[in-house]
T-cell receptor, first 116, second 109 residues
């Protein structure tokens, strides 16, 4: 595997379900990110981890819970979601959190989430 | 607040040139990125500008004017495979990327 991988690619869940999204990066990067992408809206940054420590939580509802067990893996645990949470969830990584080309983010293919 | 503006959609002809504009207002500036995103796929990095001027990379060029809060992405010799959304993003003073909503580029034969 190369780059950034995400599983599952598609997920349909009810509002009472609990599920998890998984992201793995094979680039040796130190920073990892969760984004939400809704149609015709800007990418919304949800969480940032740098060297396994959470550094950003952009007012995300508690029904989304991130976990970063090591610098290569990132999870997003989902529970009691709402239909408006249906979106594409993208994981990304970068060499570091700074500016410059080192700050360039590499994205995974995303998980298309539908909440019924 | 922080804001990135870019056109929602543009149409161009195969073989032609198209310029996609991006204006921004952010808290600080640590560089501007352009990404390409094909439908159903991940965004992929195209270019990075932190100093004023033009950066050329093959058929794609990106320009930045920090004093005007303005950038553009120039695509030459358009090919059908260039049909995609183009995302402008600015890194603010907290090293957080602020994203535009993207410009959907449609290429016609």
């Amino acid at each position: 595997e190369t780059g950034v991988t995400q599983t599952p690619r598609h997920l349909v869940m009810g509002m009472t379900n609990k599920k998890s999204l998984k992201c793995e990066q094979h680039l040796g990067h130190n920073a990892m990110y969760w984004y939400k992408q809704s149609a015709k809206k800007p990418l919304e940054l949800m969480f940032v981890y740098n060297f396994k420590e959470q550094t950003e939580n952009n007012s995300v509802p508690s029904r989304f819970s991130p976990e970063c067990p090591n610098s290569s893996h990132l999870f997003l645990h989902l529970h009691t979601l709402q239909p408006e949470d249906s979106a594409l969830y993208l994981c990304a990584s970068s060499q570091d959190r700074g500016s410059g080309v080192g700050g360039e983010q590499f994205f995974g293919p995303g998980t298309r989430l539908t909440v019924l | 607040g922080q804001n990135i503006d870019q056109p929602t959609e543009m149409t161009a002809t195969e073989g032609a040139i198209v310029q996609i504009n991006c204006t921004y207002q952010t808290s600080g500036f640590n560089g501007l990125f352009w990404y390409q995103q094909h439908a159903g796929e991940a965004p992929t990095f195209l270019s990075y500008n932190v100093l004023d001027g033009l950066e050329e990379k093959g058929r794609f060029s990106s320009f930045l004017s920090r004093s005007k809060g303005y950038s553009y992405l120039l695509l030459k010799e358009l090919q059908m495979k260039d049909s995609a959304s183009y995302l402008c993003a600015v890194m603010d003073s907290n090293y957080q990327l602020i994203w535009g909503a993207g410009t959907k580029l449609i290429i016609k034969p």
